[in-house]
């Protein structure tokens, strides 16, 4: 399967979401790998902890790949690179998880039909190779938003592989409202993708939402704050609620929400087992999340025409 | 066509061959197989039905002029072209080679494309071929700037993958693809075919062959398309049975793992199928240090005895209320 994912604003959890998505279904035994197609900032390689892969990207990541300077794009096996103390350890039953990183010094570019084929013909051979395929798109409508909408097009090469979109927004006005426009605006994911060939109905069930970042009242986190604010926060909590559904990203079209992780505040970075359960940094209820988040991704329950 | 190490016939052949799983769910027919592999319309798709179902491309031919790599950094320029041809064995498991022979002298000049063009698959350098340097270097890998096969080999992979009328993109497992890269240089008279074979990460396996006067080079890359074929089998089944959890849960998760082996792996091992005689004792070199047969036959055989054993234990839990 082929996951886009994308979002309106940057700082909206995509890529450490996106990244600890791909570490659960590794660790459930799918074969995972994660494309970072957020050219001029990529983030993976941070969040997947290895930090040489940066400068080993430069000329040899995707951004140079797509534009026909590689052969072939870097690929890097994260469960033998990271310097994460945990992720070292593979466990056994996991399936491999491979980073194929972005270039720093990439930035945007203007899509024409080699990229279109160069993107194609990779996704193909990952296809082969991986059950799931993340790519994390940069923020907002981008050129590799573009790129991925006419690869998945009838026409494009793509679009017979069952692919999805994940649409990540903070819970805040401007963020519900932002992440409405993305898919629904003028200049929206559907309309693109429609003027491109895609079915309608079929790009709109298979686009849903992801909230991070939303504070739950009831956790322990809030349980000092005085009446008056509990109120209020209440009160914006429902309004926003109401603000979505009049969007049309009420409940039915979220796939998970991601509650507010101290951790993830401090560093992008994987939530592990370890993390919860021995060093009790990270909430359970993080880990709970993001498990749900990799589950439903492939539960067919939770996509389609709503 | 002259054979390697003879006068006049190229002093090294180099190749690299990518094997991976056809994108379809079911193995193809014959027919699909041939079309498939029509690359080209004036030639034909070669297919033998012995010892197994064998499907071969013509060769497709790449222009190429840059520098060979090399290990010590001497600049050899070669110029020419890179042949490349695709297989289907059993309908299941594709692969491509891309590979060159290269004559130990070229014109001190580059001659004109014409003078290139006569001689497919020949990559022709301006003034000597360093054997050595090259060969090392072909083996190590190349530099930017410098002759890139694999991606000669994956371009053609990614051509095939892209016909969309016979493939469905729905693989039965995932499977990692390999690349072999290989070179061929003459062994001395009176000594037998002889290889040197070696895993390095990624996929990447490297083999250095010395062959018997006169080989021609497509017959190497016809003994390095065997033992590409043989190793990705070898590696694939060994990776789905590595940390296999048999004990896990009613067996639904093994019988997941196991049963897509069973229907389109098990049956495709036949070493030396087309091999030529006189390279045999490349196989045997390989059978007897790292034990390839072997080790799949017990591979196979625990597939089975897993299965079996999964079988037994549904029945026995059906039988009891």
Known sequence: MLVFAA??????????????????????????????????????????????????????????????????????????????????????????????????????????????????????????????????????????????????????GLGRLKNRWLVYH???????????????????????????????????????????????????????????????????????????????????????????????????????????????????ETWQAMGDLAQRLTDDKFWGQL | MTGLGTTGGPALVCGEVRTCLLPTRDAVDERTAVELLRLRADERVRVSRHPNRHAVSPDVLTGVDCLLPTANGTRVRAVGTVAARAVLVEGRVLQSTAYFRAPAKGPDRRQP?????????????????????????????????????????????????????????????????????????????????????????????????????????DVAAGLCEDLALHDWLLSTVNDKLDGLRVGADDGTAALKVLRPLVDHLLHLWMPQARVDRALRTTWAELEEDAGYSRQWHTLAQRVRDQLTLLHLTRRDALATP
């Not at chain 1, 790129?147 to 998945?152: E, I, K, M, R, Y």
């Not at chain 1, 005085?226 to 079209?253: F, H, N, V």
């Not at chain 2, 020949?122 to 890139?148: M, Y």
């Open chain 1, 7 to 156: 979002s309106d604003k940057g700082g909206t959890g995509r890529s450490v979401t996106s990244a600890n998505l791909a570490y659960h279904r590794a660790l459930d035994g799918d074969d995972v790998c994660y494309l970072d197609f957020d050219f001029g900032s990529p983030t993976a390689a941070a969040v997947f902890d290895l930090p040489d892969v940066l400068s080993e990207a430069e000329g040899r990541g995707l951004h140079s790949y797509l534009k026909g300077k590689t052969g072939e794009p870097l690929r890097v096996d994260v469960w033998a690179r990271t310097e994460h103390p945990v992720l070292r350890s593979r466990p056994s039953g996991s399936g491999r998880l491979v980073l194929l990183p972005g270039d720093r010094t990439g930035g945007e570019f203007v899509t024409d039909e080699e990229n279109l084929h160069r993107c194609v013909d990779l996704v193909l051979r990952l296809k082969r190779e991986f059950d799931l395929i993340i790519v994390d798109l940069s923020a907002g409508r981008s050129y590799a938003m573009d790129l991925a909408l006419a690869a998945t097009s009838p026409r494009g």
């Open chain 2, 113 to 217: 494309w014409g003078y290139y063009l006569v001689r497919p698959g020949t990559l022709v350098p301006v003034g000597r071929l360093a054997e050595k340097p090259v060969t090392e270097g072909f083996l190590t890998g190349h530099r930017s700037g410098e002759l890139d096969i694999g991606s000669v080999a994956e371009s053609l992979l990614a051509r095939i993958s892209r016909r969309h009328r016979f493939l469905d993109y729905d693989t039965p497992l995932t499977t990692a693809d390999t690349a072999l890269r290989w070179t061929a240089a003459p062994a001395d008279d009176g000594e037998a075919a002889s290889l040197r074979f070696t895993k390095a990460d990624d996929g990447l396996r490297i083999v250095e062959l010395r062959l018997p006067r006169g080989t021609a080079p």
């Open chain 1, 170 to 284: 903070r819970w805040t006005r401007q963020h519900v409202m932002a992440a409405a426009e993305l898919v629904y605006g003028k200049q929206g994911i559907v309309l693109a993708g429609i003027a491109m060939g895609h079915v309608p109905d079929a790009l709109n069930g298979s686009i849903r939402f992801v909230r991070a970042a939303v504070p739950d009242l009831e956790s322990p986190l809030w349980s000092q704050v005085s009446p008056a604010q509990y109120a209020w926060m209440r009160q914006c909590d429902k309004e926003l609620e109401e603000l979505a559904a009049g969007r049309g990203i009420g409940k039915t079209r979220v796939l998970s929400s991601i509650p507010l992780e101290p951790v993830l505040q401090w560093q992008e970075r994987l939530i592990t087992d370890e993390d919860v359960h021995d060093r009790r940094i990270a909430n359970n």
